[in-house]
């Protein structure tokens, strides 16, 4: 899987968007954007993933650049529910039903706090 | 629909005892996986299924083992406890179609002190 790199933290506003990036320059082609995020003391939750096309879902928006280099996760209004750290991930899908080797790395993602 | 529950919430274990920590999946899926997270270590996992019989090795499988002997049902065993293994442990699960995955699905997590 390749590498990501985040910033360590962000601030946000609340009511305002909060947009996340995450440089991803060793993706290859087959390769998916994921992201999560963790309140504190909770598990890990899936947000949105992406191959090259921007997505958008009821939690939020992913924007990844034309070169795949770099993607962007936006929280259109942040709440203060939203305070959590947030991990974008890249990997493959793996293949069902097969004994592909598959596994989802965390790295240490980006604390978001979100202000009143 | 409960999704993934994971039991014990909380459990403190002396060094050289044994438990198995459960998870239980409600949502047919094939895919399911053990990770303990650390303080600034992130999400390691120890071991993981891609259906129920089989079970294979994650990045830190040393100490534990696991069985899946049920679909919805994956077991975490600790034969001798090491305060090394003080951690919080999440299951997780996913499902797989056509080929690709739609994101994981976690539990609460179980936090084990071994003292």
């Known amino acids: 899987d390749a590498k990501t790199t985040q910033p360590t933290s962000m601030d946000c506003a609340e009511g305002r968007a909060a947009n996340l990036p995450c440089n991803h320059s060793t993706i290859s082609g087959n390769e998916y954007v994921y992201w999560y995020r963790q309140i504190h003391s909770q598990g890990p939750q899936y947000i949105i993933h992406?191959?090259?096309n921007n997505e958008t879902n009821e939690m939020a928006s992913l924007i990844i650049t034309e070169d795949r280099k770099s993607s962007t996760l936006i929280l259109p209004h942040a709440t203060l529910r939203d305070t959590a750290v947030y991990y974008c991930?890249?990997?493959?899908?793996?293949?069902?039903?097969?004994?592909?080797?598959?596994?989802?790395?965390f790295g240490q993602g980006t604390i978001l706090t979100v202000h009143p | 629909n409960a999704g993934v529950t994971q039991t014990p919430k909380f459990r403190v274990l002396k060094t050289g005892q044994s438990m198995t920590l459960l998870c239980a999946q409600d949502m047919n899926h094939e895919y399911m996986y053990w990770y303990r997270q650390d303080p600034g270590m992130g999400l390691r996992l120890i071991h993981y299924?891609?259906?129920?019989?089989?079970?294979a090795k994650g990045e830190v499988p040393d100490g534990y083992n696991v069985s899946r002997l049920k679909k919805q049902n994956f077991l975490l065993g600790l034969e001798s406890a090491a305060p090394s293994q003080t951690s919080v442990y999440f299951c997780a699960s996913s499902l797989v179609l056509q080929g690709f995955d739609y994101g994981y699905t976690f539990g609460s997590g179980t936090r084990l002190t071994v003292v």
């Open positions: 992406g191959l090259k």
């Open positions: 991930i890249v990997r493959v899908p793996r293949a069902a039903g097969g004994t592909s080797y598959g596994k989802l790395t």
């Open positions: 299924s891609v259906g129920e019989g089989t079970t």
